[in-house]
């Protein structure tokens, strides 16, 4: 990925690519890069939207892509489907994915040679039968534990109900997430480091000045939000929302900034470059088509492994 990203924008170094922004642990001799991303209701596929896609994701996979959290997978057709055009296919990645009454299902996947995961499951599980409570979360939320290399975070791939731009009805699924949060950093077991990625259908506070949703008052940030909460604001489980650009695209064009990393303070201080993946990755392969590739903008956090 950094190559592509290079040949599209060779000064990001110098703060001038919007797509890429690069904190201050720039310099990192060895780095993973996360990928997040909404790939619209990947179940059954015409060959139009098909044609489309291949090209699209052997830009956005790249070989230095290792772990990748995707939102609505439809169902397990959709997910086989889905692997197999992931480069190398399942020889290559495994899924942290289960299927649900849902027709927008989240999952994680991880290439099996430089990452692993450790134990996975649903937020919300009935400590019974391990199927997901929606009526805290209406697309149940993956979680898994993943390691790479040294680095062992607890990444949850979510995607915060719409329901018409319904700002409150996100909110409160993104309380509920907090709250089983707050449970987990006071338990015995917890990792202090934490990344929570998806589409949030909610701004940070500088992407919603960017979006087109910018006028509507009930349209809330999230650091806004997690101020209100109060756990999560100082110390080590300090919270930090990335990713400012507009991520949305219903007309193949940025619209509102709605997907984004959430990284607890440990994780924060790893992070080497965030932001939306370059436009013309999906732009270039739809826009003046028929069909499209998704409604969303691919993600991308790039983290220090070893300095």
């Not at 649900?100 to 989240?106: F, L, M, R, V």
């Not at 499951?121 to 019974?128: P, V, Y």
């Not at 940030?221 to 929302?241: D, N, Y």
């Amino acid at each position: 990925m950094k190559n592509k990203i290079g040949l599209l924008c060779g000064f990001v170094l110098m703060g001038l690519c919007p797509e890429i922004s690069f904190s201050a642990s720039s310099s990192c001799a060895k780095t993973f890069e996360l990928v997040s991303w909404n790939v619209q209701t990947f179940g059954a596929m015409d060959a139009k939207r098909l044609a489309l896609i291949k090209p699209a994701y052997k830009m956005v996979f790249s070989t230095s892509v290792i772990v990748f959290a995707a939102q609505e997978i439809a169902h397990d057709n959709g997910l086989k489907l889905f692997e197999s055009l992931l480069p190398g296919g399942t020889t290559t990645w495994r899924a942290s994915f289960e299927n649900t009454p849902d027709s927008q299902d989240n999952g994680i996947f991880f290439r099996i040679d430089q990452s692993t995961i450790t134990a996975q499951g649903f937020l919300f599980a009935n400590k019974k039968t391990g199927k997901p409570d929606r009526a805290k979360a209406i697309h149940p939320v993956r979680w898994s534990h993943v390691k790479v290399d040294g680095f062992d975070f607890l990444l949850l791939s979510l995607h915060l109900t719409f329901k018409e731009g319904d700002a409150a009805a996100s909110k409160k699924e993104f309380f509920a997430v907090l709250d089983w949060l707050k449970a987990y950093t006071q338990s015995a077991n917890n990792d202090p480091d934490i990344i929570i990625t998806g589409d949030f259908n909610l701004p940070s506070e500088k992407g919603k000045a960017f979006s087109d949703r910018h006028a509507e008052k009930k349209w809330l940030p999230l650091e806004g939000m997690i101020q209100e909460h109060g756990f999560f604001i100082e110390g080590p489980k300090k919270l930090h929302v990335l990713v400012d650009e507009p991520t949305s695209r219903p007309q193949k064009k940025p619209a509102n900034n709605y997907d984004h990393f959430i990284v607890s303070e440990s994780v924060f201080k790893r992070l080497v470059s965030v932001g939306r993946i370059p436009r013309e990755f999906i732009d270039s392969a739809d826009v003046g088509k028929s069909g499209r590739i998704s409604d969303h903008y691919p993600v991308e956090a790039v983290f220090c492994l070893s300095n």
